[in-house]
């Protein structure tokens, strides 16, 4: 509990963003050669440029998801403290 009301330095947003990128382009790479695998032997008789064009498809995707993210000023990943009407705060 007391993690959560910690203050995220700029490293620590940079670091979680870098984190989301790796994620996010190996899920997609790894996604893209599959699906050029399954491609190729099923529709394309073996040919290997169905897997080149899911991979380039994939590293595109997470390379443009990656900017978008590291562009954004906002923190994404921080969640907005909830008050509850029925508790009284002293003032």
Do not use: E
């Not at 790894?30 to 080149?52: C, D």
Request: hydrophobic share 40%.
């Amino acid at each position: 509990m007391a993690s959560s009301n910690r203050i995220l330095t700029s490293a620590d947003v940079n670091g979680q963003k870098w984190d989301r990128c790796l994620t996010d382009a190996v899920f997609k790479t790894v996604s893209g050669v599959a699906l050029g695998f399954v491609f190729s032997a099923l529709l394309f008789k073996r040919r290997p440029w169905p897997v080149f064009l899911g991979t380039g498809m994939g590293i595109g995707m997470a390379y443009s998801n990656c900017q978008n993210d590291l562009r954004s000023p906002y923190v994404q990943s921080q969640s907005i403290p909830i008050t509850r009407p029925d508790r009284h705060v002293p003032t």
